[in-house]
């Protein structure tokens, strides 16, 4: 079968593996779409530290259900989206049922074959049925909308507060169309890119852009001096660090997203002065992977200006050119 395949740093191509079989407890799905995420593009820069060569990457995907072995309320030829994370069902966060922050966690598509292939195996429990009124392209951003799902729900956001969001990328612009469905008053989003502040203005939120203006001064102006109730830091950068504890209020939350590639420099005497709480938040539990999909499929948000490309699985490559530069892509889609 065809795959997209990560070969080594900066290197993905159309390659030929051996079509999967499912063993006892696992499915075969015949992929429909992919999404490219930031942690692909990590692979893809050869800075993952699990990730081995040759992979078929994507850990965002749905599709249909061609084989099943073993007992299953599945059946062929129902559609699906697949919950990447794989537990060892043993440890201590795993028994307290916490198992999307268990000690090994790993993820279909970074440890082993995932969507950028024609087929994929996968275990039963890691299927949702995609309802009818949501389209293959739609499902396949649940995992990123998930995340934004847990992150709010990490939070204490509550209806009619102020929420600033550092970092207008897929994860930062879904976590603030979460934020608006639970009741937020006003969304500030900041970015650095052109195209992304088009994107979160285009979703009504507020824009600021972090090249040109004081997004600190801009934030205290738009909140009458007071500062945001939650800030959610989804850029990862030290900027967005020392911002997000300039931008929240007395007494407010800071959501960290982010995964950082080098621990940040963080100013805890401020956070101490202003008692501020500060919370992180780890992929999302099958309850948030569940309300992502039902969020998408009620209509209660429309996803779709998040898709900036739709390519074949030959365009694989040039898809994760697309995603190297933030300026012209927001997420990127691979149909096998
Ligand atoms: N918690 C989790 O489980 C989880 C899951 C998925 C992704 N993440 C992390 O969330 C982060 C965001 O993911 P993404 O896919 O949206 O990534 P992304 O790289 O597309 O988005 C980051 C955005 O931050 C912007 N940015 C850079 N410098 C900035 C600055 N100084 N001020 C404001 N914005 C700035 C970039 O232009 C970009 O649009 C990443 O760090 C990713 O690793 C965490
Ligand atoms: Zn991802
Ligand atoms: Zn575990």
């Known amino acids: 079968m065809k795959a997209g395949l990560f ?18 407890g696992e499915a075969l799905i015949k992929v429909a779409y992919a999404g490219i995420c930031g942690t692909d593009m990590m692979i893809y820069a050869g800075r993952h530290p699990r990730a081995k060569a040759p992979l078929a990457m994507g850990h965002e995907f749905c599709g249909e259900i061609v ?8 059946v062929p030829g129902e559609r699906v989206v697949i919950e990447p994370t794989l537990s060892c069902g043993t440890c201590e966060a795993c028994l307290a ?6 000690k090994t966690l790993r993820l279909i598509g970074i440890d082993g ?24 392209a739609h499902a396949a951003l649940t995992e990123p909308l998930a995340v934004a799902v847990h992150s709010v729900r990490r939070s204490n956001m509550k209806v009619g507060d102020r929420v600033v969001i550092l970092g207008g990328g897929p994860i930062g612009l879904m ?8 009741g ?36 205290r102006t738009i909140t009458q001096g007071v500062g945001a109730d939650i800030v959610f830091e989804v850029a990862g950068t030290p900027a967005t660090v020392s911002l997000m504890v300039e ?12 995964l950082f590639k080098q621990p940040p420099a963080v100013d805890l005497a401020s956070m101490h002065f202003k008692e501020i709480s500060l919370t992180t938040t780890r992929c999302y539990s099958t309850g948030d992977f569940e309300t992502a999909i039902q969020f998408m ?40």
């Open 7 to 24: 070969l080594g740093a900066k290197n993905v191509q159309v390659g030929e593996l051996e079509k999967p079989s499912p063993k006892q």
């Open 67 to 74: 084989e099943i072995a073993g007992d299953s309320a599945f």
């Open 97 to 102: 049922g916490q198992t999307h922050v268990c």
């Open 113 to 136: 074959h995932g969507g950028f292939a024609e087929y994929v195996v996968v275990p039963l429990n890691r299927l949702h049925r995609i309802p009818e009124s949501l389209s293959d």
């Open 175 to 182: 976590i603030g169309m979460v934020a608006k469905l639970a």
């Open 184 to 219: 937020a008053r006003e969304i500030i989003v900041s970015d650095i890119s052109p195209y992304r502040l088009s994107k979160a203005k285009e979703l009504g939120f507020v824009a600021l852009d972090a090249k040109t203006a004081n997004v600190g001064e801009e934030i």
């Open 247 to 258: 931008a929240v209020r007395i007494q407010g939350q800071v959501v960290v997203v982010s």
């Open 297 to 336: 499929a009620k209509g209660m948000l429309d996803i779709s200006p998040m898709i900036s490309h739709e390519l074949k699985l030959d365009q694989v490559a040039q898809g994760f050119e697309y995603m190297e530069n933030p300026d012209q892509s927001l997420k990127v889609l691979i149909q096998p």
